[in-house]
């Protein structure tokens, strides 16, 4: 394996966040505290607890997941599809560069700069809510999963977009209405017995269950369940990927 190839080009995407600091990291801190301040303070005086856990704290979860999922997509859409855009992507392709080695790159750079994400947003929280992580393994495990998974679906979405719309037209009309609607915000238990057996086809579900059992030890699915889902989606995703690069889907236009 190319190690200076997968260096060069995980430094380079790394050095793209700080020069749009304020989007990548900034906006979404300051999002997320709008949040708690809309979410806490004009329901969480309305809602006392869920399952035992204040409800400022209950949302915690929730909303790390919304930013981790929907950043994890824009990294890595963004950072394949831009030399794409300007044609570098054929000096890239020319290179003695493997496509594993470009995923791990490229991929490996949004993943981070989600997890770096998700901890300044998990500090960010502890300001407004008391906070508990009663298993920190399996939060980090989830956490470092989904970034992967994620990020690998935004890799499959700017290989799949042929224009700066198609990037934001999965992440806004289905990623993040499915973060919404999988229990960010609540507790699918609240729902008539028919709306939870339809949230239960949401994956965003089992991925929000897991992270906030690592941190309360409450779920609405069982967190094996939620780890197999997790790993499920990651194994269809890097099935893609494998496919894209076997058959150079989209890679060149």
Same mark, same amino acid.
């Given at each position: ?58 949302? /915690? #979860?929730? $909303? =790390?997941?919304?930013? !981790?999922?929907?950043?994890?997509? &824009?990294?890595? *859409? @963004?950072?394949?599809?831009? +030399? ?85 037209? /999965? #992440?806004? $009309? =289905?990623?993040?209405? !499915?973060?919404?609607?999988?229990? &960010?915000?609540? *507790? @699918?238990?609240?729902?008539? +017995? ?60």
């Amino acid at each position: 394996m190319n190690l200076y190839a997968i260096r060069a080009i995980y430094l380079s995407e790394m050095a793209r966040t700080g020069r749009t600091l304020m989007q990548s990291i900034l906006s979404p801190v300051i999002s997320t505290s709008l949040y708690f301040v809309v979410f806490g303070a004009a329901l969480g005086s309305r809602i006392e607890e869920i399952h035992g856990v204040s409800y400022g704290a209950f949302i /915690v #979860p929730g $909303l =790390i997941m919304l930013s !981790l999922l929907t950043q994890s997509i &824009s990294n890595a *859409s @963004i950072g394949i599809y831009f +030399p794409k855009f300007i044609g570098t992507i054929y000096e890239l392709l020319s290179a003695p560069v493997s496509y594993l080695e470009i995923v791990v790159a490229y991929v490996g750079a949004a993943a981070t700069k989600s997890i770096v994400l998700g901890v300044i947003i998990l500090a960010t929280a502890g300001l407004f809510v008391p906070l508990q992580v009663l298993h920190p393994f399996w939060m980090l495990l989830f956490l470092v999963l989904t970034a992967v998974t994620f990020s690998l679906f935004g890799f499959i979405i700017g290989i799949w977009a042929d224009g700066f719309e198609k990037l934001q037209l /999965v #992440p806004l $009309l =289905i990623i993040t209405p !499915l973060t919404f609607l999988g229990g &960010s915000f609540y *507790s @699918i238990s609240m729902l008539p +017995p028919f709306w939870q057996t339809v949230a239960l086809f949401n994956p965003v579900v089992y991925l929000i269950s897991g992270f906030r059992w690592s941190f309360y030890g409450i779920a609405d699915v069982n967190v094996a369940v939620s780890l197999g889902m997790t790993l499920a989606f990651l194994a269809a995703c890097l099935a893609v990927v494998a496919w894209i690069f076997r058959t150079g889907y989209r890679l060149k236009s």
